[in-house]
């Protein structure tokens, strides 16, 4: 049985100027005890989407389970069994770590010990026992979204939403969020994550799926959507304007590559890019093949694909100019 | 779900509430300045009105200095709890824009919880400031003349009104954006119905026109039987109407309208609460 289970869900929002579309029959399937990675820039339609599966806002159309229960029908049986943390940080800014927990514990139908007593747990686990008896005022964004992530794991949640976890967080945090989130996928628990950055959804998603104007546009493994992109890439400037012409010859012919299309050249800045299946082997073959022609290297480098990649390959264009759909 | 229990719905309301009122009354040591201001306004209309508008309005059928400040208090008390709406609508909209309330909302928890907790800790807060405002009143010369039970029945009736005002409150709050919206949005209709009320002028002074409107007011209904109670002067424009011949039970008749009208608007409007 599938965790999640989602298909032609539509919701759209009126405005006086506007009317948006912010899904558009989308389908989701996630399978018990993996994690689903939910791509797509701001405005796609992934909070919505969240919103839907949580209870927190109904469908125009389309229906979903979560559990084999019903998400409109069910909601107070669904709202019992999932954990939802947001991208805003939803704690109580004026209660200490240790207060939040244990109200969110209450709230969750424990009893006031109970509630006391999975607090401190949580705290241990997060890494906040330290700091349990300060105001969320005085809390990092990342200790914010730790004390989050741990008031929607109270019930032992086997489904969790997670919108856009580290969104904002420096790289040190993110890091740790990541490790907190994989302890809990080896706990069997069934993910579905929303993240702008294909960088997230690889180190943690067995899935993705891209979505913009609300619908998917396209799903598979981080591997299967890279090899759509092209892989790595392979950015070198050159030092002499004169040579680009020449360097860019020697490189595809060094590297292999039969499509001219894929590589690109920018005269102005004397910047090439070249597909490189090799990651960095490829990198070493262009530094000796430009060394042994005698032309001088200004900058070199290796490019991840990265979500715009992803978005110029399926859709034609970037994923930041869509930010308000 | 071992550890969840299984609790019938009231007592599942009742529990939420009480948790939701609890984390309200925490917060309101830790907003230290929140509590100044609550105390703070209403004390300078008390200073204001007892001794410089006071003088230049004249109780009919009750001569003497003190006269006003004797019918300024019930007015300045069913202020001070009509501005409750304040509270809620601000704490409601600042729980809204920072996303808690879709966090309650996900939450196995009943419905009317969050307002409810939120109307408790605020009346809780409300009292509060009513005993800073009876402090204040006997040092400008107020008194209650009708026994303390008397006295407590009014006291209650403020209080009521209050939570009635709180619902108003919570509904505004859930409609609007934010915080600073959610307090403009509250108050800004309260000045012209205090004001058009029997609070602070006695209504045979006003224009003729106006002296129904302010006499079936509901504000002017709570400060009338708040001075029925008391025994403080109570002038009537029309003193064998009905807001003057019952005003106890026309002032209960108003809290319980209130109350019927915008707990269930502020309820469905919390099931349907979304941030963006």
């Given amino acids: ?325 | 779900m071992s550890t969840t229990t299984r609790v019938n719905p009231v007592g599942r309301a009742l529990s939420d509430a009480g948790v939701l009122a609890w984390r309200s009354l925490k917060r309101i040591p830790r907003t230290p300045d929140m509590l100044i201001y609550a105390t703070i306004q209403p004390i300078m209309f008390v200073l204001l009105f007892a001794y410089v508008f006071g003088n230049a309005i004249p109780i009919p059928g009750f001569p003497g200095a003190r006269a006003y400040r004797e019918f300024l208090m019930s007015g300045i008390f069913a202020q001070t709890m009509a501005f409750a709406v304040a509270s809620a609508s601000v704490g409601l909209a600042d729980d809204m824009s920072k996303g808690l309330i879709d966090r309650f909302r996900s939450l196995p928890m009943a419905r009317s919880g969050v307002i409810a907790g939120r109307v408790i800790g605020d009346l809780v807060f409300n009292a509060f400031v009513m005993v800073v405002m009876v402090i204040c009143g006997f040092i400008v010369g107020w008194r209650w003349h009708n026994g303390f039970a008397q006295a407590l029945a009014a006291f209650a009736i403020l209080l009521l009104f209050a939570f009635a005002m709180l619902w108003v409150g919570a509904l505004i709050g859930l409609s609007v954006g934010s915080a600073e919206v959610a307090a403009s949005a509250g108050l800004i209709w309260l000045f012209p119905l205090t004001f058009l009320s029997n609070a602070f002028v006695p209504t045979p002074n006003l224009p003729s026109g106006l002296q129904p409107v302010a006499e079936w007011n509901p504000i002017s209904a709570i400060v009338a039987a708040c001075r029925h109670l008391f025994g403080n002067p109570s002038p009537f424009a029309s003193p064998t109407g009905f807001p003057a011949q019952h005003p106890v039970l026309l002032s209960l008749l108003w809290c319980l309208v209130i109350i019927a009208v915008f707990a269930p608007l502020a309820v469905r409007k919390y099931r349907h609460a979304t941030t963006r």
């Fill in chain 1, 1 to 325: 049985m599938a965790a999640i289970e989602a298909s032609g869900l539509v919701k759209t929002f009126r405005s006086r100027k506007n009317v948006v579309k912010a899904l558009d029959g989308i389908d989701l399937e996630v399978p018990e005890g993996s994690v689903l990675g939910l791509l797509g820039p701001n405005g796609a339609g992934k909070t919505t989407s969240v919103r839907v599966l949580t209870t927190l806002m109904e469908p125009d159309a389309g229906s979903a389970r979560v559990l084999g229960h019903d998400v409109v029908k069910e909601a107070d049986t669904v709202r019992s069994l999932v954990g939802l943390s947001g991208q805003y940080a939803a704690v109580d800014e004026l209660l200490t770590g240790r207060e939040n927990l244990w109200m969110f514990g209450r709230l969750y139908r424990l009893d006031s010990k109970q509630a006391k007593q999975r607090a401190e747990e949580l705290l241990e686990i997060f890494d906040l026992t330290e700091a349990a008896d300060r105001t969320l005022k005085t809390y990092s964004g990342g200790m914010r979204r730790r004390l989050d992530l741990a008031g929607s794991l109270i019930a032992h949640p086997k489904v969790l939403f997670l919108d856009e976890p580290t969104t904002g967080l420096d790289p040190r945090s993110r890091i740790d969020l990541w490790k907190i989130i994989r302890d809990r996928v080896a706990e069997g628990v069934t993910i579905l994550l929303t993240t702008q950055y294909l960088e997230e959804a690889d180190e943690l998603a067995d899935s993705i799926v891209v979505v913009d104007h609300g619908a998917v546009i396209a799903r598979g493994t981080a591997d299967e959507l890279k090899a759509k992109v092209g892989g790595e890439r392979i950015e070198v400037v050159v030092h002499d304007p004169d040579e680009t012409y020449r360097a860019l010859e020697l490189l595809t012919a060094s590297l292999g590559v039969t499509d001219p299309e894929a590589t690109t050249l920018e005269q102005h800045s004397r910047r090439m890019t070249l597909p490189a299946p090799g990651g960095s082997e490829a990198l070493v073959d262009v530094i000796r093949t430009l060394d042994a022609a005698g032309i001088r290297i200004a900058d070199i480098g290796l490019r991840r694909p990265t979500l715009d990649d992803v978005f110029l390959t399926l859709t034609g264009h970037e994923a930041e100019q869509k930010d308000q759909a």
